[in-house]
């Protein structure tokens, strides 16, 4: 049976962000990413510095090591990264989950196409902005897009851009212009991803919230949107595994 | 032509907190209320504070109004109070918005039923908890409930109950186990709805937002909910009009 490389299980704890923001939920991290964005906040999953939590699990005993951590406290389970699109092994894990009930959400920037993206219930498609360093296909992503929103089974899907500037702001409105019935996460960027000051961080990145919300109300480009923080860090900061 | 008892018509802006928490939206706030509960922020639409901002208008008065404020920056408009429910006539203004393509939101204790809630696009029924020294009638909201979640056109609704302790805790797993298929959004009391003090408040808010998501996370009569504070309380405190 295939392994699926998994880097951290925790929960439960909410879902700090996007489309499903203050779910309780597991998380299932994975390892390796095929970006390399300039600010990720979960660097350790592609840069070699976690290679030592790197595990290989089947999907059974990821549901194990699921029941060890979170008890019977939890119906919810995040596929983070990384980009856990590059592992078709997930497959087992998604089907194995929808067996116990279990309603899965996947973040993922839409690069690589997997057939059990098909059976998640909440995708987030996050597209990478100019800030990141990193370069969109947009091609691919139409084509991923358009899979994911022909399911008609309650399944959703919506796309997630973290601003962090004024450029990022313009290749939201382009993307929301590209795809205008997919709903529109814009997330507040966080410039720190290592310090260990939780209140003055906080205090900071709701500045940075209130600029976000600020240049949105502005724009009559991006009325249907949604403007979030990402309220893990808010309330721990950068800490892992909560 | 009927009027509408209108306090204060602003933004656009991001709702704040519950089932659309993050949306660019619109706030027309109807004054009146049949409730009094002892930690609203809101007690200027009905403890008579507010008497001198009330302004009849018709639903005509209040698209145009809409226009002057927002101009073309929105699509999406909340009906807030006080208690909108309480308002027959609000129906002419949401088949007036309905019919120039904005979508709707409004938020209700569920005390009162009116038709026109069937056209709202996300219904936000916010029973109280004992904190707020108010008593639900469960039959009542039976029934709203039951009719609400009988729609099948993409309108939507959801339980958004407020957290100060563990007895409206209590309260929310008893109303989670009463309509277990209705969403339900746990959101973090703010105990001082007064303090100018915007910093420190937001700090106390989140740590009370670590608190509850403490809580809902051990208990596992509460697994399929959502846990959120209120966004614009931890960027604008008790500010009116944002």
């Not at 994911?148 to 939201?172: C, H, N, P, W």
């Not at 960027?189 to 940075?208: C, K, Q």
């Amino acid at each position: 049976m295939a392994t699926i490389p998994v880097m951290e299980i925790f929960g439960p704890t909410v879902q700090g962000e996007g489309m499903v923001i203050g779910q309780k939920t597991m998380f299932v991290r994975t390892a390796g990413c095929d970006y390399r964005c300039s600010w990720c906040d979960s660097a350790f999953t592609w840069d070699g510095s976690g290679k030592d939590l790197i595990t290989p699990l089947t999907a059974e005993q990821i549901w194990e090591r699921l029941q060890e951590v979170g008890g019977t406290r939890f119906s919810h389970v995040t596929l983070s990264g990384g980009n856990p699109a590059l592992l078709g092994s997930l497959g087992e894990l998604t089907r194995l989950l929808a067996g116990k009930g279990i309603r899965m959400a996947v973040e993922t920037q839409g690069s690589r196409w997997q057939d059990w993206l098909l059976e998640i219930d909440e995708v987030t498609v996050s597209p990478k902005p100019p800030s990141s360093g990193m370069h969109t296909d947009w091609g691919k992503l139409d084509e991923l897009i358009s899979r994911l929103s022909q399911r008609t089974d309650g399944k959703s899907v919506s796309l997630k851009i973290v601003i962090f500037d004024e450029k990022d702001l313009a290749y939201a409105i382009h993307a929301h212009a590209r795809y205008p019935h997919i709903p529109l996460y814009l997330q507040t960027g966080n410039p720190d991803v290592h310090t260990g000051e939780t209140d003055s961080h906080a205090l900071s990145l709701i500045r940075r919230y209130e600029w976000l919300i600020d240049q949105v109300m502005d724009k009559d480009e991006l009325n249907d949107v949604r403007v979030l923080p990402q309220l893990h860090t808010l309330v721990w900061g950068n800490k892992r595994g909560v």
